[in-house]
Structures are given as structure tokens and as C-alpha cells.
T-cell receptor, first 114, second 114 residues
């Protein structure tokens, strides 16, 4: 069965410090990996995705993620956190076999303190 | 904003009633997917429509049904509502059904079943 794990319910970081939000996955076939962010009472906003090629993917608002096939991970990173980055972050995966759906993790709440 | 719109934004129903939720996809997109997000959880795939045909379905009972119209807008219908159906319902549109395509989400409809 395909799955996504976000091992941390919450990540706390001081403004200006680097942040990492962790994601691991388990799929059959080649994974397509996505990060979305959700602000309160809003839908999901696309940040970035990995399909193939360079393992380091750059996305919106200064976020980037690194695909690691051997560790089956796709951690979200940002060099310098902003208070406005505080939100709920979801990792999701689809595959070349199950083309119809995204499988989401349970989410990680990022709290950036001034 | 993604250009994906949903209506209504909020809805209150009682157990046993029926509800219809609506979604307008982003211009140029022919694929719509619906997800249910319970409180504190990641979104769960309900089903996907591609060019007016159901293209895949998640683990939801038949009382969850859908339609896609020639203009690629979509409806989600839920019959015989249960208390556990209370959730945020998200629709997402994409340019086709392939797993590598980005799904762009609307703001959601929050359904409360009493």
C-alpha cells in the first residue's frame, strides 16, 4: 500500500533560522512528490513538486525540497524562516501506476516565532 | 489564487439529508478531483473526473457520487448524510489525469452534519 509519513506534528523555529519539515514515502513505481501549504480556513496552496531529474527542487516563497531515493524522503526546507511561513504543511505522493489520486500525509504544523 | 472556486463556503445539514457541493475548475483544466479533509487529518481522495467520466475512486461508499459537466465544472453529491461526513471538502483541478500533473485546490466547502 502506498503511504506518506510526516513524523512531526509540529515544528517550531525562530524567525531567521533554517527550517526543515520531514516527509517519507512508500510507493510502488516512480514517485511524484508534492508539497502543499494550508493557511487557516483556506484550501491547499501548491509549493513545489519532484517528478524527475535534479534531486533539489525549488518552489514558491523560497522553499525547496530534496528528493532522496535511498531514504525514500522528500524533506521541505527553507534557509531563513519568516513568521508568515507559520501554517500547516502537507506532503503528498502520486505514482505512474495510480495516476488518479494524491496520497497525503497527516500534516505538520510549522510555527515560526519572532 | 488558483482560479478554482467552490460553493457554498459553509453548509449545515442534519443526519439523513442530501447535499450537493459545486466546483469550477481552473481555465484550461479538464480533470477534477475531490478530497475529504476531516479535522486534524490530511485530505483523503474521494474520486476523480476526466472529461466527464469517473477516472478513479477512493475508499468511499456509493452514497458519495459525482458529476462533471462539459465545461469541466463538477458536483459532489452525498446522500444519507452521517455525522462523520462533517469535514472540509476540497476540489482540485489539473490539466489532465496523469499523476505528475499538479492539482490546484479550491478554498473548500466546510460541511457540518448535526
Amino acid at each position: 500500500a502506498q503511504s506518506v509519513a510526516q513524523p512531526e506534528d509540529q515544528v517550531n523555529v525562530a524567525e531567521g533560522n533554517p527550517l526543515t519539515v520531514k516527509c517519507t514515502y512508500s510507493v510502488s513505481g516512480n514517485p511524484y512528490l508534492f508539497w502543499y501549504v494550508q493557511y487557516p480556513n483556506r484550501g491547499l496552496q501548491f509549493l513545489l513538486k519532484y517528478i524527475t531529474g535534479d534531486n533539489l527542487v525549488k518552489g514558491s516563497y523560497g522553499f525547496e525540497a530534496e528528493f532522496n531515493k535511498s531514504q525514500t524522503s522528500f524533506h521541505l526546507k527553507k534557509p531563513s524562516a519568516l513568521v508568515s511561513d507559520s501554517a500547516l504543511y502537507f506532503c503528498a505522493v502520486s505514482t505512474s501506476y495510480n495516476t488518479d489520486k494524491l496520497i497525503f500525509g497527516t500534516g505538520t504544523r510549522l510555527q515560526v516565532f519572532p | 489564487e488558483t482560479g478554482v472556486t467552490q460553493s457554498p463556503t459553509h453548509l449545515i445539514k442534519t443526519r439523513g439529508q442530501q447535499v450537493t457541493l459545486r466546483c469550477s475548475s481552473q481555465s484550461g483544466h479538464n480533470t477534477v478531483s475531490w478530497y475529504q479533509q476531516a479535522l486534524g487529518q490530511g485530505p483523503q481522495f474521494i474520486f476523480q473526473y476526466y472529461r466527464e467520466e469517473e477516472n478513479g475512486r477512493g475508499n468511499f461508499p456509493p452514497r458519495f457520487s459525482g458529476l462533471q459537466f462539459p465545461n469541466y465544472s463538477s458536483e459532489l453529491n452525498v446522500n444519507a448524510l452521517e455525522l462523520d461526513d462533517s469535514a472540509l471538502y476540497l476540489c482540485a483541478s489539473s490539466s489532465n489525469y496523469r499523476g505528475l500533473e499538479t492539482q490546484y485546490f479550491g478554498p473548500g466547502t466546510r460541511l457540518l452534519v448535526l
